[in-house]
Structure formats: C-alpha cells, structure tokens
C-alpha cells in the first residue's frame, strides 16, 4: 500500500499543489520553517483524521481561508482509492471513492500510519495517556473486537461520569457498572496479550540495533487485581461522587518499560532511549502489517538529528525490507538512494530533485 498522489489546499504554510510520491522512499529536505513537518502533518491526517501536534483545527488552516482540503490517490494491493477530507473549524467531511465515511476509524482501516518523532519521547517520559495511545492503535488492527469494546466503554464512561457530576441518585448510576466491567474485562485481555506480543518483538528489534538490555513491559489494568472492575465501581462510588468523576477502570491503565528492574525513563540515555523508540515503531509496525494485512505508510521527521548514521541505515533498512512507504525529512539533503524520491522545499512549495 502507498501514497500515489496528494493535492494540498490550505494546509499551514504549505502551498497549494500536487504531488506524486515514490512507493518506497520519499525524502524532504528543507531549513526549518519551510514546511516539512507541515507535509507530514498532512499525510499524518490522512490516515488519522487529524494533526499529530494540534488539536484546534483553525490553527491547521492556511491564514484567511475558511477550510483546508487533502485529497489523495492510494494505491493497495487490490485497488486504487481516492479518499478526500475536507475540514473546516468546526466540521469535517470525508470521501472514499466517492461515498462519505462517517467515522475516523474508517481512514485508520484504509490507511495505517505511524510517525516517528521528537515528540515519542513522551511514551517513556510523560503520562500513560501516551502509551495507551500507541497500545490501543496497534490493537485496532490486531483483534476486531477492540474498536466496539472500546466505544461500548467509552458510553458507559462518559454517562457514569456525567450522573456523578450531576448528583444522580446510586440507582441511576448502578446501571453503568456492569457494561464498565464487562467491556473493560475483555480490553483488558487483548491488552495483555497485545504487549505480551510487543514485547518480544521489541526485544528482537532493541538488539538488532545494537541494544544490549533484555527489556520487560509491566502492565497495570487500571484497578485492583483482587476485584471485578464492579466490585470497586460500587464500593468506592461514594469517593466518585465527590471527585466527580470515575478513577477505576482501564481509561486508566497504564505499562511502562523496565531494563534490569528500572524504569528505562530513569536508566537509560537520550541516545539509549532514541533506539529503543526505533525498535517500538518496528515491532508496531510488523504487528500492524501480519495483523491486518496492511504496511503502514511510516514518517519520521528530521531524522539526521533523532538517529546517528548507524542506527538511521539499520532503521532504515528494516523499514524497506517490510515494503513500508517511507516519508523521511531532514534540513540537508541525504544521500537519496537510486530509484527513490527526493524533494526540495522552500516557503511551502515542493520542488522534486533529480
């Protein structure tokens, strides 16, 4: 699966034009400001639906329009897709050839996108939100009876959450926890064995790049272990009637990554911390792909200064061996390899290298 073609209208700083990609290997090159992370930031929303580090859409729209546009020619093994999203700052539409699609999970389906960045220092170093992020996005394409699970939570949730703000009586709220329990049990087991999968292959990747560490994930649910999640739901509903809010359940789960029983936020290097976020895009990336069948399209921006030149080759190769479509910007230009794609841009307007 790859990225044939993208027209961009409105989006940042990025000038309106269209583009043809290369199935393999696309690099950018540009000084800062120009807007390599902006084109990321595009195809990013292609298979997300939205920015990876914005969340109020008008600041994504170009300066005094009303709306940015993406449309993009996909190629797969099977067919050839156009997909178009339009958003505006307060509504989006999608289409895929020609129909609209409802929900963001169906651009998930099409098109599996991870991005490799500054910014995934947060799954070792910032709050467990990050990391069920990543967990649950890999899920998505290992086991189909997460999305439902998920969404069928995420109701029960927000409705407990909202009778507990409004100081509904305990038979208005009782009804919740069974459904809580349930579909937070079942995440719970795809979860575990979701990184009990990851784990492995995070420890083959972490060597393959020069890792010396056996690494180990530890994995919290999110309530206690000697209890349903029903049974905390209930006896401790009096101390979530006063924080307004439920504090059990998997919304709050979290798994963190030990190296000779430490935490690798504490024990290792920046540089150390740098490969072991490498091999997490690698051992996702292969899950994604025997899961459902589908490459992942992988960016990764301003690769000269996240990765020395070993550890860059090596990523690389195990990424162009998967058959991945890769997005690779930096500010200098890189050896590009025959047969691959290289862009120059300067104030939002790419120009293909011969």
């Known amino acids: 699966m790859h990225i044939q ?16 990609f290369h199935p393999q290997q696309n690099y950018i090159s540009g000084c800062n400001g120009s807007g390599k992370t902006a084109l990321l930031e595009a195809l990013y929303s292609l298979g997300r639906g939205k920015s990876f580090r914005e969340t ?16 993009a020619k996909i190629i797969d093994d099977k067919a050839e ?7 505006q700052t307060r509504d989006y539409r999608i289409r895929l050839d020609g129909e609209n ?28 939100e990050h990391r069920r992020r990543f967990t649950d996005y890999g899920l998505f394409y290992q086991d189909s009876r997460f999305l439902p699970a998920w969404q069928r939570y995420q109701y029960a949730l927000k409705n407990r959450n909202a009778a507990l703000r409004d100081n509904w009586p305990d038979e208005h709220i009782r009804p919740w926890h069974h459904q809580l329990s349930q579909t937070a049990q079942l995440i719970d087991q795809l979860r575990q064995i979701y990184l009990n999968d990851l784990e492995a292959r995070l420890n083959y ?4 790049l020069g890792g010396l560490e056996t690494l180990n994930i530890r994995y919290h649910r999110g309530w206690a272990q000697d209890k349903t ?8 509903l009096p101390r979530d009637r006063q924080l307004k809010h439920t504090r059990d359940g998997i919304h709050r789960a979290e798994w963190r990554i030990y190296a000779q029983e430490q935490d690798i936020a504490h024990y290792f290097s920046r540089g150390q911390q740098k490969t072991l ?24 921006d301003d690769i ?41 841009i300067q104030a939002g307007q790419l120009t293909p290298q011969s």
């Open 81 to 87: 897709h156009l997909l178009g999203i339009e958003r």
């Open 5 to 20: 073609q993208l027209t961009i209208e409105n989006f940042r700083n990025l000038a309106t034009q269209t583009l043809n």
């Open 304 to 344: 000269t200064a996240e990765l020395d030149p070993k550890r860059r080759e090596l990523l690389l190769q195990f990424l162009t061996d998967s058959g991945a479509q890769l997005f690779i910007t930096s500010i200098e230009a890189l050896d590009t390899p025959k047969n691959r794609q290289h862009f120059f």
């Open 277 to 300: 976020l490498c091999a997490l895009i690698l051992a996702q990336n292969q899950v994604i792909q025997e899961s459902s069948g589908k490459q992942p399209i992988i960016l990764i």
């Open 56 to 71: 109020q859409t008008r600041h994504i729209i170009a300066h005094q329009k009303d709306f940015y546009r993406l449309i």
């Open 229 to 236: 999640l029903e049974e905390l739901l209930i006896q401790h």
């Open 101 to 128: 699609l409802s929900g963001l999970s169906a651009l998930a389906d099409l098109l599996p996108i991870q991005m490799l960045n500054s910014d995934h220092f947060a799954l070792i170093d910032q709050g467990p």
């Open 205 to 208: 990747y972490h060597a393959e």
